[in-house]
């Protein structure tokens, strides 16, 4: 079947409606969505200072080339890009040259921050010394800290992100299998509760674009020839929920989009709910938390 909008041969059929597209209508239908929600959720404003939290990675550079179009056009926004190096052999290397080319294609300052300068130990020299314990329970934990963190000290008013509709229906089923409301409260475009300095506000906005949609928009721009998947990633529970949400999606089509739609419907009601929760500076690093100790400091003392 050909575009539906200019009779051409398609490069993509659109999961939740079927619809073909060719290259320039996918692109034009791809950045209308994401600015849509851009605008809808606010997600930027005027003379923001944008951290992108960059891998090298299909999604991470889409929404870098997708805020940068943004930038050059129509909004007066500083971005710079953050790099996080775990310390993953066989994998890391090669998406830090990827990302390294593209900043310096578009004239973007990138910062990168590794794992053994912050935390004394690559990723892989932990998981080697503590076999047991789950990689992406370690490095989710240290991974999302270090990026508040540095975008804080790089005066940052927004950290974006390259998540996708899928990652957050993993997400959002994750927390419900595991009681973990709390943790669903703070999910959302524009991520968190209520307003901190401590707290860069985390923006997403490829929320509700597919990561199918993501990946065909990243090779028709050529910013990936290959995928390249984490090392860990087998070990970790989202990567059963991502099958088992990938399994639904084929037999019964649109399952991740009503996930996220009716997440989106009850959001403002969890919002409420945990809106007085205090937030607490850890007692031994003094950033910020909800208990006593901070994750990072809780694991780095496990390990």
Avoid: W
């Avoid at 909004?75 to 990302?99: F, Q, V, W």
């Amino acid at each position: 079947m050909p575009c539906k909008f200019c009779k051409t041969k398609p490069v993509i059929t659109l999961t939740n409606s079927k619809i073909n597209l060719c290259r320039s209508c996918f692109i034009r239908y791809f950045e209308r969505k994401a600015f849509k929600t851009i605008r809808q959720y606010k997600l930027l404003g005027k003379k923001d200072h944008v951290v992108v939290a960059i891998s090298g990675g299909k999604d991470s550079l889409s929404v870098l080339n997708l805020l940068i179009k943004l930038a050059n056009k129509k909004m007066d926004i500083k971005i710079t890009a953050l790099l996080i190096d775990e310390g993953i052999k066989n994998y890391r290397n090669k998406s830090i040259e990827n990302a390294k080319k593209f900043c310096k294609e578009k004239s973007i300052k990138l910062e990168i921050a590794s794992y053994r300068d912050n935390f004394g130990k690559t990723l892989d020299q932990m998981k080697r010394k503590n076999k047991d314990t789950i990689a992406c329970s370690m490095c989710g934990v240290f991974r999302r800290s270090l990026l508040n963190k540095k975008a804080r000290e790089l005066k940052a008013t927004k950290l974006a992100t390259g998540h996708n509709l899928d990652d957050e229906a993993q997400s959002i089923l994750m927390n419900q299998l595991r009681h973990n409301i709390a943790l669903s409260s703070r999910l959302g475009p524009i991520t968190g509760v209520k307003r901190d300095p401590r707290f860069i506000p985390r923006i997403k906005p490829f929320y509700f674009l597919t990561e199918k949609e993501v990946a065909t928009y990243a090779f028709l721009h050529n910013l990936i020839s290959d995928f390249n998947e984490c090392t860990y990633c087998e070990e970790s529970y989202r990567f059963e929920i991502r099958d088992l949400l990938n399994n639904l999606e084929q037999k019964h089509p649109g399952t991740k989009h009503a996930i996220v739609a009716s997440f989106i419907d009850i959001l403002p009601l969890l919002k409420n709910r945990f809106k007085d929760d205090e937030i607490k500076s850890c007692k031994q690093c003094g950033e910020p938390c909800s208990s006593e100790i901070c994750n990072v400091c809780q694991i780095t003392q496990k390990i």
